[in-house]
């Protein structure tokens, strides 16, 4: 069964260094998102990708945050420098378009902690 | 500003029975109401939608009823079994954009 894949599954970094995290969508979803999901709510969304370009990314914090899909594929969510209020699981999810039924397939999530 | 409610926060079922979760929305152009399944440190899993042109859906154990005039949508887990102990989304999208509920933590005691 295909899977939304991501690395790193776990980082640690401390405040005001910069961090990285990867995601794979499923072959063939031209639509990805990176979720920030704080411990105990649900996954809010930072950024939405069709293909290469930005869907909406209207509650991605700019000024430290940052999202990449080069070449319409795989995505990098970047966070420099980091803070301690980043503390959260950051989920990618990849669909296979924006039209109903608008399906959402979720990574295992890459879990930061800032020190 | 959060459009969509869930409650309760925690639910304690035994065996056998019968979970109810319920969510509430504000938004009357959401047209796709999923729910989704998370066990501790995974990604949410898709369980079951429903559309608001219909008031029920059943797969397996899994039942969503959907009341359109109170915009309200809730999640039935019949014969509860403890390897459904998780962590359980409503959602509700409007185009691809996905807005959730607090989420709802599920203990199914043997």
């Known amino acids: 069964e295909a899977e939304v894949a991501q690395s790193p599954r776990y980082k640690i970094t401390e405040k005001s260094q910069a961090v990285a995290f990867w995601c794979d969508p499923i072959s063939g979803h031209a639509t990805l998102y990176w979720y920030r999901q704080i411990l105990g709510q649900g996954p809010e969304l930072l950024v939405q990708?069709?293909?290469?370009?930005?869907?909406?990314d209207s509650q991605l914090p700019k000024d430290r945050f940052s999202a990449e899909r080069l070449k319409g594929v795989d995505s990098t969510l970047k966070i420099q420098p980091a803070e301690l209020g980043d503390s959260a699981m950051y989920l990618c999810a990849s669909s296979y378009g924006q039209t109903y039924p608008y399906e959402q397939y979720f990574g295992p999530g890459t879990r930061l902690t800032v020190t | 500003q959060q459009q969509v409610k869930q409650s309760p926060q925690s639910l304690i079922v035994q065996k056998g029975g019968i979970s109810i979760i319920n969510c509430a929305y504000e938004?009357?152009?959401?047209?796709?109401f999923p729910w989704y399944q998370q066990f501790p440190g995974k990604g949410p899993a898709l369980l079951i939608a429903?559309?608001?042109?219909?008031s029920e859906k059943k797969e397996g154990r899994f039942t969503i009823s959907f009341n359109k005039s109170a915009k309200q949508f809730s999640l039935h887990i019949m014969d509860s079994q403890p390897g459904d102990s998780a962590t359980y989304f409503c959602?509700?999208?409007?185009?691809?954009?996905?807005?959730f509920g607090e989420g709802t933590q599920l203990t199914v005691n043997p």
């Open positions: 959602a509700a999208s409007g185009g691809s954009r996905l807005t």
């Open positions: 429903i559309r608001p042109d219909v």
């Open positions: 990708f069709q293909d290469e370009s930005v869907v909406d």
């Open positions: 938004n009357t152009a959401f047209d796709y």
